[in-house]
């Protein structure tokens, strides 16, 4: 029977890395980092303890291990894994838009554990309340992938590919597109020699806004007033920008949103 | 010589009544709140105190008052000034995108405090440390301002009425269109039926390492990795609907950031 107690990570991005610290704070034994550049396969095996192997080599990946975590774009990770052996291990990828089949064919046993949040290398991440979606190709596999997510989080549901494939997308316009608006106003600022610190306070409540009302409801500003006069004058400000035709759509949809 | 003791507020929205309530924490006497509507001028005049008197009509306004605070949409704003009488009192206004000589010709003594915050009629706002951005037509108007700004928060500073027009745009970006990008994974969410509680941990961590790191260094996502794959599972999952345009129009933009 498989066991989730030797692990080899393939893959040292952002989520390869919190995640990996995160398992080895919770115990389990790491035993080999892949990634397909051997710095930084090297420097996320060394942050793992003295004992932990690497390797840029698909070939030189650890046979024996009782887990695969597939830590990696959701572009590599068909090739990545019709370039492995097949095993009898359990294979789990943390990919949000990602089918859990794209694992089958190599392993009996295989899933998905995807942690819904936006992490760093250089960041702590505090996993104890992220919400882990899970999912299993058998009962054994399910059990397994849930045991390793909960000793992360509370907050472990399970979700099929198609819904994760839908959270996946919220999470883009909620963490990484609202990120682009907050890095377009800093670099409008920057143009004006003033500091994004300036808005700090303005996120902060924002997010906190859409916490406690939802965002629909708390939506503020002039397009959701239709205030033409505002509007016309940002237009002005941002000229022929990208960042015109970007003020232009999303207003739109603002006011489209009020009539759902 | 003017004096801020006696107040006429012009206006009763968001802005308006946690400016209003704010004031009168801090000792200030507002006397009158105008408001378009009648409903809307009594509701706040109750919430200020038993002997605020309220009206929709411009012409009842209280010429005594030594302060005229206007806080209405920057589309109403020339016009209502200009269908009040001229008096020698202190006028200012709150709007981010107007200049301040929109007051002029109605009395010498006119300013702007713009409060970069975002505010909701039935949401306690914190004021102590929101940054307000003040100007005036002359040294006294500006001291009386400052005054009354300082009364509210500790973080006061002057800005010219065209770094004002940057900084409102900028907080368009950060705050308004931010939230719509929450609207639009909320909306995603219950079209699967799924609940916006769910991107709770990811919307607080994504504002949280904007203020850590810059955001444009902080950002994460398909987009910054050009991730085509996930990209075109994400633009299948919106077919033709406007988020997909959005998203795309959005996607380049990152990518164009990337070789800033």
């Known amino acids: 029977m498989m066991k ?16 990996s610290i995160a398992l080895v704070e919770c115990g389990y034994t790491i035993v080999q980092v892949y990634s397909r550049t051997i710095e930084s396969a090297r420097l996320l095996a060394s942050r793992l303890g003295e004992q932990v192997l690497y390797t840029n ?22 090739d990545v894994v019709s370039r492995m052996p097949s095993n009898n291990a ?4 943390t990919a949000g838009s990602m089918p859990m089949e794209v694992l089958a ?29 899970v999912e299993a190709s058998t009962p054994d596999a399910l059990h397994i992938i849930e045991q390793i997510a909960t000793s992360l989080s509370t907050n472990v549901k399970q ?6 494939k839908a959270l996946h997308l ?13 890095a377009i106003a800093e670099k409008l600022l920057q143009d004006q020699g003033l500091d994004f610190d300036v808005m700090k306070l303005l996120i902060r409540e924002t997010e906190r806004k859409a916490e406690v ?21 940002h ?9 015109a035709a970007l003020y232009t759509l999303i207003s739109e949809n603002i006011d489209k949103y009020k009539k759902l």
Chains 1, 2 share one sequence.
């Open 4 to 19: 989730a107690t030797d692990i080899v990570v393939v893959g040292a991005g952002n989520m390869a890395t919190r995640l």
């Open 57 to 78: 080599n698909l070939d030189d990946i650890y046979q024996g291990a009782g887990l695969y975590i597939f830590s990696i774009s959701d572009s590599a990770l068909p």
């Open 90 to 93: 359990l294979w789990v990828h």
């Open 105 to 133: 064919h190599k392993t009996p046993h295989y899933g998905v554990l995807y942690p819904m949040q936006t992490v760093s290398r250089e960041r702590d991440t505090n996993w104890s309340e992220i919400p882990i979606f």
């Open 159 to 164: 979700a099929t590919s198609q819904q994760r």
């Open 170 to 182: 919220a999470a883009v316009f909620a963490c990484n597109f609202s990120n682009h608006m907050y």
């Open 213 to 233: 009302i939802s965002p629909r409801m708390a939506q503020t500003g002039p397009a959701v007033r239709n205030d033409v006069n505002v509007m016309e004058k």
């Open 235 to 243: 237009l002005q400000l941002l000229q022929d920008t990208p960042e």
